[in-house]
């Protein structure tokens, strides 16, 4: 079966970096949607004459954020259609609520849940302080505002996002991301994507 594997949680949590453990041991398209649409949205931020990395203003919500997440589900979808295994990387938390999302993802990949495997990993931690380091220490321009305006940012790190696809519970994984990512981790992550549904 093709893997559709979702890495998910709050900023600063490690999704991309658990991700990117997986992605050594198993092929797949990597989507990170801030890559997908970082430029792309700085430019219309910046020609807006707004701060161009709040992801968090009114503007960006309305005109820009369904944009990314469109755009990265588009290439999700062509890389299904092709047979490719597929990481998702990012909050998505409105398309986890919305039951429809991911059955429209298949169909417009021509797919069926037979033939794709779904998995959601909610990437969490213990918490804020270590979130705010980690943040930190990745040293990315987007972060900048979020750091100026800590207070107004932080989220609840232990967050799990509401999932309503018509996926099986032991499709989703709540995993912890505190501490050093040891191979132990990463193993049990990895046999959690690869374990089958009967």
Not at 94 to 103: R, S
Not at 162 to 177: A, C, K, M, Y
Request: charged share 30%.
């Amino acid at each position: 079966m093709q893997k559709l594997v979702f890495f998910v949680g709050v900023a600063g949590t490690g999704k991309t970096t658990v991700a990117r453990k997986l992605a050594e041991r198993i092929q797949a398209a990597f989507l990170d949607r801030d890559t997908v649409g970082g430029r792309f949205v700085e430019k219309m931020l910046e020609m807006n004459g707004l701060d161009v990395n709040d992801r968090d203003s009114d503007f960006y919500k309305k005109h820009l954020r369904d944009l990314e997440y469109d755009t990265t589900k588009d290439i999700c979808i062509e890389n299904l259609a092709a047979g490719q295994n597929v990481f998702m990387i990012s909050p998505f938390t409105a398309e986890l609520k919305n039951k429809a999302w991911i059955e429209e993802v298949l169909a417009a990949a021509g797919r069926s849940k037979s033939e794709v495997d779904v998995k959601v990993i909610a990437v969490t931690l213990s918490d804020m302080d270590t979130q705010k380091q980690r943040i930190i220490d990745r040293q990315t321009e987007r972060d900048t505002w979020k750091l100026e305006h800590w207070d107004d940012f932080k989220h609840r790190v232990q967050f799990v996002p509401e999932v309503n696809w018509d996926i099986p519970e032991s499709s989703i994984l709540v995993f912890d991301n505190s501490g050093d990512l040891t191979d132990e981790k990463v193993e049990n992550v990895y046999q959690f994507v690869q374990a089958s549904e009967k």
